[in-house]
């Protein structure tokens, strides 16, 4: 059964704490993505990875930082969180064909206090 | 750089009715690939249905859409919508220049059902 798991599901966090939010796939799909959720922004691209230890910023990668060591797994870290980050973090996976389908997790609702 | 527009961020209609979702793109590659993607409430966005072919009508799931270069577009359409159709749905493009597999989304459409 293909599938994308993030954890936690939803958490909440005081400001100045680290955010750890981990993401797997059982696709092994080589291309993995950070997106965060607002209203009226859409999805936004916070980061994307290749592959093991290739990544690459996304669109709004300030305040994030990311960890890929295996292939079925994405870790997204909020050193220090801000309020301003609370949303819904999506992680998604793709394979490597550039046009390819890209596979959504069920999200994380991080709320920052 | 590439962009999408979804014009309207909340289109509210009653069930039966036919909807039409716009979406226009701004791209300067003649290849460009577009993508709908929906996410039902407390599920995962997924892929709907994709194009990258001129003026050929594209199906899933009782939806339809056309990509017309010649105006950059790609909406999205149902002839009778039902309440089951109540989502977020996004319109996405990549594009050659690119170099990655990195969608650039609009900002989504909420579509609201009236019983």
């Known amino acids: 059964d293909m599938k994308v798991t993030q954890m936690p599901r939803y958490l909440i966090k005081r400001m100045g704490e680290n955010v750890l939010l981990e993401c797997g796939q059982d696709m092994s799909h080589e291309t993995m993505y950070w997106y965060r959720q607002d209203p009226g922004l859409g999805l936004q691209l916070i980061y994307i990875?290749?592959?093991?230890?290739?990544?690459s910023e996304g669109d709004i990668p300030k305040g994030y930082r990311v960890s890929r060591k295996k292939r079925e797994h994405f870790s997204l870290i909020l050193d220090s969180a801000k309020t301003n980050q609370t949303s819904v973090y999506f992680c998604?996976?793709?394979?490597?064909?550039?046009?390819?389908?890209?596979?959504f997790g069920p999200g994380t609702r991080l709320t920052v206090l | 750089g590439d962009s999408v527009t979804q014009k309207e961020g909340l289109v509210t209609l009653t069930e039966g009715l036919p909807v039409m979702l716009n979406c226009t793109y701004q791209?300067?590659?003649?290849?460009?690939?577009l993508f709908w993607y929906v996410h039902y409430l407390n599920e995962s966005p997924r892929l709907l249905l994709k194009s990258s072919t001129d003026n050929k009508r594209t199906e899933h799931q009782g939806f339809h859409a056309t990509l017309h270069k010649s105006s950059s577009s790609f909406h999205l359409q149902k002839s009778s919508a039902q309440l089951s159709d109540s989502a977020l749905y996004y319109c996405a493009l990549i594009t050659p220049g690119t170099g990655s597999n990195r969608l650039t989304f609009g900002k989504g459409t909420k579509f609201s059902l009236i019983p």
């Open positions: 791209t300067i590659y003649s290849n460009a690939f």
């Open positions: 998604a996976s793709s394979p490597r064909d550039k046009y390819a389908e890209q596979f």
């Open positions: 990875s290749y592959d093991v230890d290739s990544n």
